[in-house]
């Protein structure tokens, strides 16, 4: 049995796919989100920043910046979305935040000889990577909260059972905020014995060192952080 621990809507959208491909899953969120009043500052002058799918859709959603605006977005599912919405000045496209932080630290430099841009907007959520900031240079970065992330309080009695009973085969887990709360919640039920030899299958390797680092020894990610990679892994389990 797969236990996926997305957000319920992403979560049954994966366990539909999961099922077809002849698995047997269970779904069990450990967060959910609600948007945030926001108000952007004329951009003019600044980069946006997009890091993830949910910052896209809240963005899009708001209209509250042109398709002038300068963009640096992180995941191929966030550029597509405002490729098709007709943003013109996407500045760079990269897979996870390390590259984003290599590509603003060395690459970016050049646009910025011969563009004025004062800072960079990252428009992200509650809980999101602080040490990119922190790595960032040459530029300066201000977080803007446009969403809010809440964590579930325990585990369901029902996940807890299978956990046991050594039902769950393998986990899949998509952000390191979930990793690391999984971890907790396994210690908080007395679960930690139950679960080392479930398999962690993560969406990227920053994602599965956790588990590693947290003694896990059935570690694994996608090639690529994106679910059609994690579900080309999942098959080859």
């Known amino acids: ?13 994966l366990k539909k ?5 002849g698995y047997e899953s269970i779904v069990s969120p450990l967060s959910y989100f609600r948007s945030l009043s926001f108000n952007l500052e004329a951009p003019k002058n600044k980069i946006i920043l997009i890091s993830s799918p949910r ?49 603003i ?26 040490n990119f900031i922190e790595k960032v240079k040459h530029i300066k970065v201000r977080k803007i909260i446009i969403y809010e992330t809440k964590f579930i309080r325990s585990l369901d009695l029902s996940v ?13 887990v998509y952000s390191q905020a979930n990793a690391n709360y999984l971890i907790q919640l396994f210690k908080k039920h007395h679960l ?21 680092d947290a003694g896990f020894k059935n570690s694994l990610y996608a090639d690529m952080p994106t679910q059609k990679s994690l579900l080309t892994k999942l098959s080859k389990i």
Do not use: W
């Open 1 to 13: 049995m797969i236990l996926i621990t997305r957000p319920k809507k992403q979560a049954l959208d």
């Open 17 to 21: 796919k999961i099922d077809s491909l």
């Open 55 to 103: 910052a896209t859709n809240i963005l899009l959603n708001s209209k509250q910046i042109p398709k002038t605006t300068y963009l640096l977005i992180i995941g191929n599912s966030s550029f597509q979305k405002f490729d098709q919405a007709g943003f013109k000045n996407i500045i760079h496209v990269t897979k996870n935040s390390d590259e984003m932080c290599n590509y």
């Open 105 to 130: 630290n060395n690459g970016l430099k050049k646009i910025l000889r011969k563009n004025i841009f004062s800072q960079i907007l990252h428009l992200t959520g509650t809980v999101s990577n602080n």
């Open 160 to 172: 807890c059972n299978y956990i046991i009973q050594k039902k769950i085969k393998i986990c899949l």
């Open 192 to 212: 930690e014995k139950h679960t080392k030899k479930i398999i962690f299958l993560s969406l990227s390797k920053n994602i599965a060192q956790i588990f590693t």
